[in-house]
């Protein structure tokens, strides 16, 4: 049996691969918080989970989640695994009232999206989706900025991400779009909750070029290609007339900043760039002279981890959601627009065409 402090939150995490040890480390640094459990069906990612904790848990270790999740030994889950297995991870713990943290995407398709929100519905758990983008204290900088009026009405988002390749995953999972939900769900559905963050308005339509033009190309697991885009240009129109802009690059290594975010707006202009972790705000009535740039670093972080302390902050709400009986900071339907919106990018591409989010959303397959 799992020793446990009586006034912790008991956390199970299936899925033990690279985020879920992202996730493990974060736990280890949040007061009130006790990892009890693991589970995943590859041993060496078990394996992996139980070095990276150097002792510090104590926790049991399940090879598959249904076990963990019947274990009695967690008040919460965390849920790691691949994308194309959430649906299913979910449905097993949404029949049960323990609170849980899914790894974004929450699914691969609107359809399964759809079936978990529905699932989900009278329980008293808490359901929180992990797009912790906007946790990054530079990025939360500019939501706030933005929320108190600097720019005005946004009237345009632009978001550019040019970083390094996919990392290796357990089976290569992540090479593939069937496994994923393509990049622009695995990837970027992060960035299109950011541009429904910024608006606060609900996307109409999606118009997205991409192609896969220099990752993965030479790489074969039995002896199937990858499929996965490794760049793309995203246009999104909101309901209120806001455009919103995602430029993707995955073999831009050479680049001084991995994420840049401008929001522009009648009023003036706030930008955020990481890791550089700096904000610039500037209003239109002073022109250049009045810009000011900020470093925004956030005292709370007790733990930085691989996604600039946003994973920490976001665990911090989830544990405080949990204790005061409050919901998600992060819903089901933010969840599920993200999704969408990769999804209806993708489909632009594939088809050459705009694409609604209403034809997405009313389609049970995509």
Not at 63 to 80: C, E, F, M, P, W
Not at 92 to 107: G, I
Not at 212 to 221: I, K, P, S
Request: hydrophobic share 40%; with cysteine.
């Amino acid at each position: 049996m799992v020793g446990t402090r009586s006034d912790s939150i008991r956390y199970g995490i299936i899925g033990t691969g690279m985020m879920g040890v992202e996730h493990l480390w974060n736990l280890h640094h949040v007061a009130g918080a006790q990892v009890t459990a693991i589970a995943d069906p590859n041993g060496p990612s078990r394996d992996f989970a139980v070095a990276a904790d150097e002792g510090k848990s104590n926790f049991e270790v399940f090879t598959n989640h249904q076990d963990l999740i019947t274990s009695g030994l967690v008040d919460a889950v965390v849920i790691a695994t691949p994308n194309m297995t959430h649906q299913a991870v979910l449905n097993d713990v949404l029949a049960t009232d323990l609170h849980v943290l899914v790894e974004k995407p929450l699914c691969t398709t609107v359809g399964h999206c759809q079936e978990v929100i529905a699932a989900a519905r009278g329980r008293t758990g808490i359901v929180w989706v992990g797009l912790e983008y906007r946790y990054m204290p530079p990025i939360a900088r500019l939501l706030q900025e933005v929320r108190a009026g600097a720019v005005g009405r946004p009237a345009m988002v632009a978001i550019r991400e040019h970083r390094f390749p996919f990392l290796e995953k357990v089976g290569h999972w992540n090479r593939f779009n069937r496994n994923t939900g393509g990049t622009l769900v695995e990837k970027c559905c992060h960035f299109f909750d950011l541009m429904n963050q910024v608006t606060n308005d609900r996307p109409v339509r999606v118009l997205a070029s991409g192609a896969q033009d220099v990752n993965h190309l030479h790489e074969a697991y039995d002896g199937e290609v990858p499929d996965i885009l490794d760049n793309a240009f995203v246009i999104v129109d909101y309901e209120c007339g806001a455009r919103a802009l995602l430029d993707l690059c995955m073999f831009a290594e050479a680049s001084q900043h991995q994420e840049e975010v401008s929001v522009v707006g009648p009023l003036g202009k706030v930008e955020a760039f990481l890791p550089e972790a700096t904000v610039r705000i500037g209003a239109r009535a002073d022109g250049r002279r009045g810009i000011r740039t900020e470093e925004i670093f956030d005292s709370r972080v007790a733990y930085e981890g691989f996604h600039h302390g946003s994973s920490y902050l976001e665990h911090l709400d989830f544990l405080a959601a949990i204790q005061s009986g409050t919901g998600a900071g992060v819903g089901l339907e933010e969840g599920l627009w993200s999704v969408a919106m990769g999804v209806a990018a993708q489909r632009s591409i594939a088809e050459g065409r705009v694409v609604t989010l209403d034809e997405v959303l009313s389609d049970p397959s995509a």
